[in-house]
T-cell receptor, first 115, second 112 residues
């Protein structure tokens, strides 16, 4: 396993369109996180899965955002009716553990540009 | 909520030592992480502290004081490749989950 992978790496879309990103975590990792990062800022937490269950979702997250992890392996993040403010790097991270869990391993990210 | 504060930018000379500070306010503290992020790349894990004291790993060390809400990352024998953003992340318990919250990052510039 070569680590966390994300697709696509770059996405340019027009305002109002829907986009979907995919994350494939490290195979034995049961935890998966989505973050959003803009220039000069740290990653901002969006949502968290343990296996297939979505356990946490940021209160800042609009209803236009939805995420799934149907079989407890890969995950998708969908943004509906994109807005220019959605332009950011979307990072996926995975970790293994029970209870507190361990360090997170990040994917390369998907850079979204909304025109 | 959580509040994490770290300097925006620091500069240092190749071969020197630099200390990057991080202060935080949180409830349900459950560990502090340091990550390195080069421009355009994903963060990579550097260190983890959950108990007070110093953790050393090669040229990098991290210190934690839970009572003061304070941590620092110490980089020794600086190399040009250490120029990057250094992210402090505090993990806290939210319900049954443990979610890390990241600071804005400290951009370190190492010059010859």
């Amino acid at each position: 396993d070569t680590g966390v992978s994300q697709n696509p790496r770059h996405k340019i879309t027009k305002r109002g369109q829907n986009v979907t990103f995919r994350c494939d975590p490290i195979s034995e990792h049961n935890r998966l996180y989505w973050y959003r990062q803009t220039l000069g800022q740290g990653p901002e937490f969006l949502t968290y899965f343990q296996n297939e269950a979505q356990l946490e979702k940021s209160r800042l997250l609009s209803d236009r955002f939805s995420a799934e992890r149907p079989k407890g392996s890969f995950s998708t993040l969908e943004i509906q009716r994109t807005e220019q403010g959605d332009s950011a790097m979307y990072l996926c991270a995975s970790s293994y553990g029970t209870g507190e869990g361990g360090e997170q391993f990040f994917g390369p990210g998907t850079r979204l540009t909304v025109l | 909520g959580q509040n994490i504060d770290q300097p925006t930018e620091m500069t240092a000379t190749e071969g020197a030592i630099v200390q990057i500070n991080c202060t935080y306010q949180t409830s349900g503290f459950n560990g502090l992480f340091w990550y390195q992020q080069h421009a355009g790349e994903a963060p990579t894990f550097l260190s983890y502290n959950v108990l007070d004291g110093l953790e050393e790993k090669g040229r990098f060390s991290s210190f934690l004081s839970r009572s003061k809400g304070y941590s620092y990352l110490l980089l020794k024998e600086l190399q040009m490749k250490d120029s990057a953003s250094y992210l402090c992340a505090v993990r806290s318990r939210s319900g049954g989950s443990y979610i890390p919250t990241f600071g804005r990052g400290t951009s370190l510039i190492v010059h010859p």
